[in-house]
């Protein structure tokens, strides 16, 4: 019980972030017409929240399975990166490492990251409590979102703009919290060069393989750069 109180109030910012915006997606989700299981399903399974944006509009524009694929492996990416800093940690727990390595999304990361736990307590099994409560926050907010979408007599017209002010927000964030500011400067260039290329429908994808490219390549000339030096 003193784990469970302690790792509640570790994720306790999270629990507003997470609902809120489960919320969202739940209703959007709704809109396309699916009901709360298809929600609360795809926010246990899938369980990344840009990812489930990102989703929708796939939905809304029938993409293929393939595209839906290379969407969640460049989006998600990064999570490789997470799971190597974590790697010898969560080798040292047990059969519960499985589930973490699936649930560690951006928030856990930068909760486990600033983790300081008091010696009385159990480290393995707050790190487990913390990923699990952060989980059912998000489908506890999918859920609410797609019943309160079919139990409301009006429609909720608009609330697709919380995913862009989602986005907005993790950028100006990223902004003020990194001084290179080349990746997000990399993200908008690509991402107006490829909407004006291949159109509203098409540009996501080629957006995406665009920058990651970019960033790959400048790393690497960075590092050749730094050899050289």
Not at 115 to 122: A, M, N, Q, S
Request: charged letters at 15%.
């Amino acid at each position: 019980m003193k784990e469970l109180k302690f790792a509640f109030k570790q994720t306790l910012p999270i629990f507003f972030s997470y609902v809120f915006m489960g919320i969202a997606f739940g209703v959007m989700l709704a809109q396309l017409g699916y009901g709360a299981l298809w929600s609360a399903l795809s926010a246990i399974f899938i369980y990344a929240g840009s990812l489930q944006f990102a989703l929708i509009g796939l939905l809304q524009g029938h993409g293929s399975i393939w595209q839906a694929a290379l969407m969640a492996l460049l989006i998600n990416a990064r999570h490789i990166f997470y799971g190597l800093s974590f790697i010898e940690r969560f080798r040292k727990i047990d059969w519960r490492r499985f589930y973490l390595i699936f649930s560690l999304t951006d928030e856990t990361y930068s909760v486990l990251c600033n983790l300081r736990c008091p010696k009385e307590l159990d480290e393995d099994k707050i790190i487990f409590l913390i990923s699990l409560l952060d989980h059912l926050y998000w489908i506890a907010g999918c859920s609410i979102g797609a019943i309160l979408k079919s139990a409301l007599p009006f429609e909720l017209n608009g609330i697709e703009f919380s995913a862009t002010a989602f986005f907005l927000i993790v950028v100006i964030k990223q902004w003020q919290e990194n001084a290179d500011h080349l990746p997000a400067l990399t993200g908008l260039i690509c991402a107006l060069s490829c909407l004006w290329l291949f159109k509203p429908d098409n540009f996501l994808i080629f957006a995406l393989i665009s920058c990651v490219i970019f960033l790959l390549i400048n790393d690497i000339l960075n590092k050749k750069w730094r050899k050289d030096q």
